[in-house]
C-alpha cells in the first residue's frame, strides 16, 4: 500500500512496474479512485529512477487529492501522454491511502529505561 500526505508538497514513492525489464517509456498514467465516491483523478508521471531495472519513483503531488481516505490505483505505460487509459497497457494496480497531518509514530520510548528486577522467593 502507498501512503500519500495530503499536506506534504510532493510525495516520492517507489513502486516495481517491470522487475528486471525496462519500459519502452519514462511517463506513465496514474488512475486513482476513491473507494467511496468513485471520483477519480488522473494524472500523467514522469518515472525519475536511476535504476529503473529495480524500481520506479514517482514524484506525486499532495495537492492533487482533495479527500483523505483510500484509493485504487491503476497505472498504464503512456508514451504518448495522453490523458485517459483507453488503449493503454495496464502495467501495476494497488491501493493507495491518503492522509492529512501525517506524525510518525515512536515504537520505543525517546528516554532509556532502567528496570530493577527483585526476586520474592528464598
Do not use: H, W
Not at 502507498?2 to 512496474?17: F, G, S, Y
Not at 519502452?24 to 476513491?34: G, H, I, K, R
Not at 493503454?88 to 520510548?109: H, M, N, S
Amino acid at each position: 500500500m502507498i501512503v500519500v500526505n495530503r499536506d506534504r508538497e510532493i510525495n516520492t514513492v517507489a513502486v516495481t512496474l517491470r522487475e528486471r525489464q525496462t519500459e519502452e517509456s519514462d511517463f506513465f498514467l496514474f488512475v486513482f479512485t476513491n473507494i467511496f465516491t468513485g471520483d477519480e483523478i488522473t494524472v500523467n508521471l514522469e518515472d525519475v529512477s536511476t535504476a529503473k531495472q529495480r524500481s520506479n519513483i514517482f514524484c506525486i503531488p499532495g495537492n492533487l487529492f482533495e479527500l483523505t481516505g483510500g484509493y485504487i490505483y491503476r497505472v498504464y505505460q503512456n508514451p504518448t501522454q495522453q490523458p485517459t487509459p483507453s488503449g493503454l497497457r495496464l502495467v501495476e494496480c494497488g491501493q493507495l491511502k491518503v492522509i492529512k497531518d501525517f506524525v510518525p509514530t515512536k515504537a520505543y520510548p525517546g528516554e532509556p529505561q532502567t528496570r530493577n528486577v527483585y526476586d520474592g522467593y528464598k
